[in-house]
């Protein structure tokens, strides 16, 4: 049954159903009927496995094909009109040279299964800041995963009426073909189209593909952004919330620091951390001239390994119900799910995340590396009052980090907007799980974006700097990087809910509460005014992880002006001039 009376709606389903030719059409009504009824034909397909109803209510299992556990970078593609405008980190194709090749992939490519039509809102449906759009897929994981990251349903459709404004995606598993996985976006024409995979980044269309890549670009067309940011409210003993936001690449943190809980000393003072979002922001500036975030998902897709009641007991209590696991290890004695780091004691009788037999004396992981939980951000003990507030809350600080073993301080603060500009054009992590492709490579990653942006880098760059001159109250901007190793490759600082010492020191910056040194790169904290309280760690490890090696910033400025280069005359001179002004600040110039 058709939900709608959006004619260019009803006529753009009615095509793509004529190309890829499903035997049946079905819309999604948003209804825990209708979720349910897919539910179960998803079990009976294998697609999903109904895990423990008393442990793991409304959870299920899923298990991806295992040529495709992580987004595919090579295989995604911004599809402009000219290739400048793709810039000189992303995939380009020409508009007419990807939709004929997307055209021909979709040809009857659903025949024998089901099309679902789901109409979803990223942010609060009916509110100014949302927006809406519809995906068509031929996977019950994809709408059921759309169905705990985003809003969904008729509500939907209804907000829409008969507006054109909506972001069209299509998504196909067809035969899962790696040779012939394309993830590719058409800023201009408001499309995104994916074929031949069924991972999480790759499928779920609201997420990267548009609350970024296309947002990215309406952003900057309409005077906003979208960015790659998880948003927390701190609340100090006086009951004051303050926020911030920060952008840390694919598998370094976000979800983490967004759901931190405040070690014990801070928790007696009356601490608490509010998570508003754990990966996307889109920021606006707000009446009052400084910059409001907001969070479009509805969900979390979390990394699971790792994730414990210590490390970070708020995602696994998100996870307890109305959860889809991905590629984790199912135990089969208590049906009920595991992965590295979730307790020291590995389930006896398990089957890994391809479904074979598995122990942990196999010497090998039972669940892969970028295994992920899909949980609903209501289940979060820790979500902010704020998490549905339709303009989202106000930013005091932004936040860029990496994973860095050497280089990067434990924090920094900008001098200013644009030498924070400069700061985000400049990280550079450790790559992980999260896409395929080697792990553990250093590699420049712009403001956490360089996968997400859907535009040419330069001209970000730019919209930030242009950005910043018309927010009257201007958030500071840091860096952080929890990741310092020693020399025996162990963590330095202990991470976790530990980080809230460092949150602390830059919510007293943005309120100029406490005192800072200047250095060559920028505003550090003297060790003193960092919290060690009932920490192990010494006043000169600490002053180690805040001091400033010469050496491997000479380094680091060569990489930079190399990286620099490649952006031709899309660099911006603000940033080649901070770029100078760090070169004279080492003594290079
Ligand atoms: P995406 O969902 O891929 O965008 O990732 P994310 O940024 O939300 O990453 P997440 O918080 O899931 O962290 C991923 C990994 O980083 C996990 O293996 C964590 O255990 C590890 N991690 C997070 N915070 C810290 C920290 O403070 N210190 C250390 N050493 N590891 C951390
Ligand atoms: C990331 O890789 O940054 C994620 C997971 O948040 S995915 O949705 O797969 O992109
Ligand atoms: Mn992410």
């Given amino acids: 049954m058709t939900l709608t009376e959006n004619q260019s709606l009803i006529d753009w389903v009615n095509e793509i159903a004529a190309r890829t030719k499903p ?56 599809c402009c009109k ?22 021909a992939l979709y040809e009857g490519a659903m025949k024998g299964r089901t099309m679902y039509v789901i109409p979803y809102s990223m ?47 299509v998504h196909s598993l067809a035969q899962l073909n790696e040779q012939e996985r394309y993830i590719a976006h058409f800023p201009e024409d408001n499309t995104i189209m994916s074929v031949n995979s069924g991972y999480g980044g790759n499928v779920l269309l609201g997420k990267k593909c548009f609350a970024l890549r296309i947002a990215s670009y309406l952003g900057k067309n309409e005077g906003w952004m979208a960015e ?5 409210g701190i609340q100090n003993p006086k009951g004051e919330v303050r926020y911030l936001s ?16 405040p070690p014990e000393g801070y928790q007696k003072k009356g601490w608490k951390v509010w998570c508003v979002g754990d990966d996307i922001a889109w920021i606006r500036i707000g009446e009052d001239g400084r910059l409001w975030a907001m969070n479009p998902e509805y969900g979390f897709f979390g990394v699971a390994p790792g994730t414990n009641a210590r490390s970070n007991p708020n995602a696994l209590a998100a996870t307890t119900k109305g959860t889809i696991f991905t590629n984790v290890v199912h135990d089969l004695d208590n049906n009920t799910v595991w992965w590295e780091g979730l307790s020291d004691t590995p389930p006896q009788n398990a089957l890994d995340w391809t479904g074979k037999p598995w122990n942990a004396s196999m010497g090998v992981k039972g669940a892969h590396p970028n295994s992920r939980f899909t949980a609903p951000a209501k289940n979060c003990p820790c979500i902010s009052p704020e998490f549905e507030a339709p303009q989202g809350v106000p930013l005091s600080a932004i936040v860029f980090g990496g994973r860095r073993a050497k280089t990067a301080p434990l924090v920094y603060q900008s001098r200013n907007w644009i030498h924070g500009v400069f700061v985000g054009s400049i990280m550079a992590s450790e790559t992980t799980a999260a896409a395929t492709g080697a792990v553990g490579v250093v590699r420049r990653d712009p403001m956490a974006m360089l996968p997400f942006c859907g535009y040419n880098m330069g001209d970000y760059w730019q919209h930030w700097l242009d950005m910043g001159d018309k927010i009257e109250n201007k958030p500071k901007i840091f860096n952080v ?27 007293r910056r943005c309120f100029d509460e406490v005192d800072a040194r200047e250095t060559e790169i920028g505003f550090l904290p003297y060790p003193e005014d960092i919290n060690l309280e009932d920490l192990t760690i010494s006043k ?22 190399e990286f620099y280069q490649i952006f031709g005359d899309t660099l911006p001179d603000a940033l080649k001039a901070e770029l100078h002004t760090l070169k004279r600040n080492l003594g290079q110039e």
């Fill in 23 to 78: 035997d049946q059409v079905v819309w999604i009504d948003g209804t825990n009927e209708q979720l349910e009824t897919l539910r179960t034909i998803g079990c009976s397909t294998g697609e999903l496995y109904k895990l423990d109803e008393t442990l793991h209510p409304g959870c299920f299992l899923h298990r991806t094909a295992q040529n495709d556990v992580a987004r595919v970078e090579g295989r995604t593609f911004i």
């Fill in 481 to 507: 990087n929890w990741f310092r190793t020693d020399e025996d490759g162990h963590f330095i600082w202990p991470g976790f809910g530990d980080n809230l010492r460092v949150l602390e020191w830059i919510m």
């Fill in 123 to 169: 942010g609060v449906i009916g509110s100014p800041f949302a927006k809406y759009g519809i995906e068509i897929t031929d996977s019950i994981y994809v709408v059921l995963s759309m169905a705990i990251m985003t809003r969904v349903g008729k509500s939907v459709l209804d907000a829409l009426g008969q507006s054109i404004d909506y972001i069209k995606g």
């Fill in 246 to 261: 920060a952008a840390f690449p694919s598998a370094c943190g976000k979800t983490n620091l967004a759901m931190l809980i």
């Fill in 82 to 103: 000219n290739e400048k405008d793709a810039g000189p980190t992303n995939n380009w194709m020409a508009p007419d040279e990807m939709y004929k090749k997307l055209y």
């Fill in 228 to 232: 790659h940011m998880l948003i927390l």
């Fill in 540 to 561: 000169d490890t600490l002053a180690g992880l805040l001091a400033v090696d010469r050496p491997l910033w000479q380094k680091e400025v060569d990489s930079i002006s």
